[in-house]
C-alpha cells in the first residue's frame, strides 16, 4: 500500500468517526427530553454501527457508518404528577441515554479520529520526504 492509499483509508475513517459523532451528540442533546403527549415514549437512544467497504480503485478496505440502530433498553420512569408528559399513574419516560456513557463514547471517537489523522499527517511527512531524497 503506498501513502495515497493510505491516506484514503485513514480518511473513510475519519468519515465514519464523524459520524458517529453526529449521532452521539444527539443523544446527548436528547438526554432530557420527554414525549409531545401525556404517557408517550421519549426519544431513543440511538446506536451506530460500521461496515467495511471495499474501494477497487486502491485495493483496500476502508470504514463507513453502517445502520444506526436504536437502543432497546427501558426508559427512565421519574414521578412528576404535575408534568404535561405524565402518565395516568403521574410517572414520566425519560430518553434512555445515560450522559456518562455518551461522554466515553464521544471521547473514544475522538481519539479514533485523531488516530486516522495521525496516520494522514505520518503519511504526508513521510511523502514529503520521499520527495526530497529523490530530488537531492
Given at each position: 500500500?503506498?501513502?495515497?492509499?493510505?491516506?484514503?483509508?485513514?480518511?473513510?475513517?475519519?468519515?465514519?468517526?464523524?459520524?458517529?459523532?453526529?449521532?452521539?451528540?444527539?443523544?446527548?442533546?436528547?438526554?432530557?427530553s420527554t414525549a409531545k403527549v401525556a404517557?408517550?415514549?421519549?426519544?431513543?437512544?440511538?446506536?451506530?454501527?460500521?461496515?467495511?467497504?471495499?474501494?477497487?480503485?486502491?485495493?483496500?478496505?476502508?470504514?463507513?457508518?453502517?445502520?444506526?440502530?436504536?437502543?432497546?433498553?427501558?426508559?427512565?420512569?421519574?414521578?412528576?404528577?404535575?408534568?404535561?408528559?405524565?402518565?395516568?399513574?403521574?410517572?414520566?419516560?425519560?430518553?434512555?441515554?445515560?450522559?456518562?456513557?455518551?461522554?466515553?463514547?464521544?471521547?473514544?471517537?475522538?481519539?479514533?479520529?485523531?488516530?486516522?489523522?495521525?496516520?494522514?499527517?505520518?503519511?504526508?511527512?513521510?511523502?514529503?520526504?520521499?520527495?526530497?531524497?529523490?530530488?537531492?
Amino acid at each position: 500500500m503506498d501513502f495515497f492509499n493510505a491516506i484514503q483509508v485513514a480518511s473513510t475513517g475519519l468519515k465514519a468517526q464523524g459520524g458517529r459523532m453526529r449521532v452521539i451528540s444527539e443523544n446527548i442533546a436528547n438526554a432530557s427530553s420527554t414525549a409531545k403527549v401525556a404517557g408517550g415514549d421519549p426519544y431513543r437512544r440511538r446506536i451506530p454501527t460500521f461496515k467495511a467497504q471495499y474501494d477497487r480503485e486502491i485495493a483496500a478496505h476502508g470504514v463507513q457508518i453502517g445502520r444506526i440502530n436504536n437502543d432497546k433498553s427501558d426508559f427512565t420512569l421519574r414521578l412528576e404528577p404535575g408534568h404535561p408528559a405524565a402518565n395516568e399513574e403521574g410517572y414520566v419516560k425519560y430518553p434512555n441515554v445515560n450522559p456518562l456513557i455518551e461522554a466515553m463514547d464521544m471521547r473514544e471517537a475522538q481519539r479514533s479520529y485523531e488516530a486516522n489523522m495521525n496516520i494522514i499527517s505520518s503519511s504526508r511527512q513521510m511523502l514529503a520526504r520521499t520527495i526530497d531524497i529523490m530530488s537531492a
